[in-house]
């Protein structure tokens, strides 16, 4: 069994009511809630993309050369390692970056912890995992604002620049492009194990892997002129994601579920239940335009709808780029990239095939 280095503290996950990227709002109430508060919103020109296509981030162009790419990412404790939940709510964090096309600049940290719970050296622990990541990808956390809560939380501000023509937002896929998933499913599955304190030291670790990898291959892909549409695989899950893709473009997605990278031990922890109350509300939200073509696992429907803290992108290009994205992937160090499907013109849907 996992044993991850604790503090004499409360476990982290424990004073927490979600993990990770499984907070999020589900998806149909946030539907409701952006629709009522975008009425009379100030629009310029320069706001390249803003939250009309559920985007990655918002994108605004300074000059011709040069857009500032803005987004904010934060969730509660997905592990109970403090150092390495910062190093996760950082990367997650800045995958937003990466996915519009861009090159991170800086961050600004955001910290919301119950101090009378946590021993100071706990909460220093969180910030030091952040500072790391940020480190790695070349940028300093220039400030930030910090508050006494009831429960821990910790993410960043992040910014960063891409050449306006090379911003790949998530509603640009076209008809006959190939679907390219950067990372393996099933971060919300180890999650839900963890908690129960039933998931294997080898998951543990490879649970760390993936969401503590930057997604550095958005940016490089961006300069591909067959990448048509990018995004990142996170709270909503795979079939969320693909959905919003097809949604934004007015296009059928189809996954080919065989061919869908999943974590070690994934299916098996599923089948044994291990699975998120997010992953439910994520299908209450969007199911009924999602068809689950007969022949597919048990487990394909919680699989899809699984949360994903620090995902992988999802790349829509064409057919004749797939082999230089598969490279730019492999280059990063994502070995796992596979081809998981494709769009086409038709009615707007996700279908997932066995």
């Known amino acids: ?11 982290l996950t424990s004073l927490s009511h979600g993990g990770g990227c499984g907070c999020k709002i589900a998806p149909g109430v946030l539907s409701q809630i952006l ?28 000059n011709e050369s040069q857009a500032l790419v803005a987004t904010t990412d934060f969730f509660m404790p997905i592990v109970d390692d403090p150092y390495e939940f910062g190093r996760i709510a950082a990367t997650n964090a800045l995958s937003d970056v990466y996915a519009m096309g861009g090159r991170p600049i800086m961050a600004l940290a ?8 946590l021993p ?34 910790y993410g960043l501000v992040a910014m960063g620049l891409v050449h306006p023509d090379r911003v790949r937002r998530n ?18 599955v180890y999650s839900a194990a963890l908690k129960k304190e039933q998931l294997a030291d080898g998951h543990y670790r490879e649970m760390l892997a993936s969401t503590t990898r930057l997604n550095t291959p958005g940016p490089l ?42 974590l070690p031990g994934v299916a098996e922890l599923a089948a044994a239940g291990f699975v998120t109350g997010a992953s439910g509300r994520n299908w209450a939200g969007y199911g009924a335009d999602v068809l689950l073509a007969d022949g597919l696992p048990t487990t ?3 699989l899809a709808t699984d949360p994903q803290t620090s995902g992988g992108l999802l790349v829509a290009c064409a057919p004749d780029s797939v ?32």
């Open 171 to 188: 509603a640009d896929a076209r008809p006959g492009d190939v679907l390219v998933l950067g990372k393996p499913l099933g971060v919300g």
């Open 35 to 62: 629709q009522q508060s975008g009425a009379g919103a100030v629009i310029p020109p320069e706001l390249l993309v803003g939250i009309e296509t559920a985007d990655d981030a918002a994108v605004y162009r300074l």
């Open 110 to 117: 955001l910290v919301a912890m119950p101090v009378n719970q």
């Open 323 to 354: 082999q230089a994205v598969l490279e730019v992937f492999a280059r990063e160090g994502f070995a796992q990239a596979a081809v998981i499907g494709g769009v086409q013109a038709g009615p707007v849907r996700l279908e997932i095939r066995p």
């Open 221 to 262: 892909l961006a300069e591909l002129s067959g990448v048509h549409a990018i995004t990142d695989v996170t709270g909503f899950g795979l079939a969320g994601h693909a959905l919003e893709m097809a949604r934004g473009a007015g296009l059928a997605v189809q996954i080919d579920w065989a061919r869908v990278p999943l």
């Open 1 to 11: 069994m996992n044993v991850s280095p604790v503090p004499a503290s409360p476990r």
């Open 300 to 302: 394909a429907q919680a």
């Open 120 to 153: 100071l050296e706990v909460i220093g622990a969180i910030i030091r995992g952040g500072q790391d990541v940020c480190r790695a990808a070349g940028i300093p956390i220039a400030g930030g604002h910090t508050i006494d809560s009831v429960e821990p939380i």
